[in-house]
């Protein structure tokens, strides 16, 4: 066990892509098209948490929300423009770097850092969201990464947590297939091996005060070339939970 979360090897992976982050049909496009099925189950999730109208401009005015692994911001800026305080963090410098300069050219105000989850933790920050996505993959010290995110929720508040299941299925296709096949994702981006089960996820909620309150599935439809929810979580899927008030 290690008292860091941070990856070297992983860290230096996204490094190496991190021009990429805003380009639509780079090396990111997964996550581009990955997005809108991430944000509205954010938005459906904060609207009903904290009783939130839909229909207004900025809905989450006043709300604290951290993206832990960041990247260069994809879920960060919309969230901005829903009204929420943003508080993007990476462990990777560039990242934020490249992340800090697309904000500044959308004009919108996010808290950028180049800090891990367990730092924020330690300094008693806390957040009314926590979104931890697509991350718990890539570090080192889950149990750790897991306590150290689940720590930044705030009383009533939520975390979402993404990931890619441990099955053969998703050994195939989101690993074989999406790196080698249809080249979303350059080779090596993932390790099958690191993948951690739906089961596995919810006890490390649940043992660090959080409560499951949803899951989904999320599956890729070809023919529309979008990603939407699904009762299948045999390879991507989500699952939200709250730290009782």
């Known amino acids: 066990m290690t008292d860091t979360t941070v990856n070297d090897a992983e860290i230096s992976k996204f490094t190496a892509m991190a021009e990429e982050w805003w380009n639509p049909n780079g090396k990111f496009k997964p996550i581009h098209k990955f997005n809108p099925v991430r944000l509205g189950f954010i938005r459906e999730h904060l609207l009903a948490q904290f009783g939130r109208d839909g229909s207004v401009m900025r809905p989450f005015e006043g709300l604290s929300i951290v993206d832990v692994g960041c990247g260069g911001g994809l879920l960060c800026e919309p969230l901005a423009r829903l009204g929420a305080t943003v508080t993007g963090i990476d462990a990777a410098e560039r990242n934020i770097a490249i992340a800090r300069i697309h904000a500044e050219q959308s ?90 089960t739906p089961e596995e996820i919810r006890t490390l909620i649940t043992r660090n005060g959080l409560r499951v309150t949803d899951e989904t599935g999320v599956v890729y439809h070809p023919l529309a070339d979008e990603w939407r929810r699904s009762g299948d979580m045999g390879i991507n899927y989500m699952i939200m939970a709250e730290r009782p008030a």
């Open 107 to 196: 004009g919108l105000d996010i808290d950028y850092r180049a800090t891990t989850s367990e730092a924020l933790a330690a300094a008693g920050e806390r957040f009314d969201m926590v979104l931890n996505m697509e991350v718990v993959e890539h570090v080192d010290n889950v149990p750790l990464y897991m306590k150290s995110c689940a720590d930044l929720v705030k009383p009533g508040g939520l975390m979402l947590t993404a990931t890619i299941n441990r099955t053969l299925r998703a050994r195939a296709l989101a690993v074989f297939a999406a790196e080698r096949v249809l080249r979303w994702l350059p080779v090596g981006t993932h390790d099958w091996n690191k993948f951690l």
